[in-house]
């Protein structure tokens, strides 16, 4: 079983939907997780960075943590076109390590 | 605000050829820095990390090789490109999560 498991999609969408993208993951000792995104061409951005457990909301984009199904999602509300991009899901042991185990990335289109 | 600079955006290189990746830092002084590799399908992987100048670690063993001349110098080599060396190369730094560059996607012919 891989560390990180993310379902590469693709994954289309109609502007205005409600997004729920995934990743899935073994090591019970992740802390840190982190959501990227990765336009074409270009490298991945931070998006989402969470401790634990837990709901974070920034704007359009909600991470959730949940520690106990070792399964993390991004929510993007109201997607737009530009939202069109791949997702990278990304996490660590300590706040600190800088050993990320990423996801494979999940492609997202979102179509006017 | 720290940023990352990395050229060239695109290379086509033939089998055997060497290689030099570059990428510079402004922003930062004494970052860690690292080089990845994104193949089609494969994710992201890490090659390797720097603390410090000439301070290198390779995390997997391959064709290439990595040096860091100046503190916010980290460069990619290879003497001789194979084919399985082609993907998209991209540095890194990390202070709460990683900020990369634009990337180099290199294609090896």
């Known amino acids: 079983q891989k560390e990180v498991e993310q379902d590469p999609g693709p994954l289309s969408v109609p502007e205005g939907a409600i997004v729920s993208l995934n990743c899935t993951y073994s090591?019970?000792?992740?802390?840190?997780f982190m959501w990227y995104r990765q336009y074409s061409r270009k490298g991945p951005e931070l998006l989402m960075y969470t401790y634990s457990s837990g709901n974070k909301e920034d704007g359009r984009f909600t991470a959730q943590v949940d520690k106990s199904s070792k399964y993390i999602s991004l929510f993007i509300r109201d997607s737009q076109p530009s939202d069109s991009a791949t997702y990278l899901c990304?996490?660590?042991?300590?706040?600190?390590?800088?050993?990320?185990?990423f996801g494979k990335g999940t492609k997202l289109t979102v179509n006017p | 605000s720290q940023t990352i600079h990395q050229w060239p955006a695109t290379l086509v290189q033939p089998v055997g050829s060497p290689l030099s990746l570059e990428c510079t830092v402004e922003g930062t002084s004494n970052p860690n820095l690292y080089w990845y590799r994104q193949a089609a399908g494969r994710g992201l992987q890490l090659l390797f990390y720097?603390?410090?100048?000439?301070?290198i670690s390779s995390e997997v063993p391959q064709n290439l090789s990595a040096s860091r001349p100046q503190d916010r110098q980290f460069i990619l080599s290879s003497k001789k490109l194979l084919l399985s060396d082609s993907g998209f190369y991209l540095c890194?730094?990390?202070?709460?999560?990683?900020?990369f560059g634009s990337g180099t996607r290199l294609t090896v012919v």
């Open positions: 990304a996490m660590n042991l300590q706040g600190g390590s800088e050993k990320l185990v």
């Open positions: 090591n019970s000792a992740f802390q840190y």
């Open positions: 890194a730094l990390y202070r709460y999560g990683y900020t």
């Open positions: 720097s603390v410090g100048i000439g301070q």
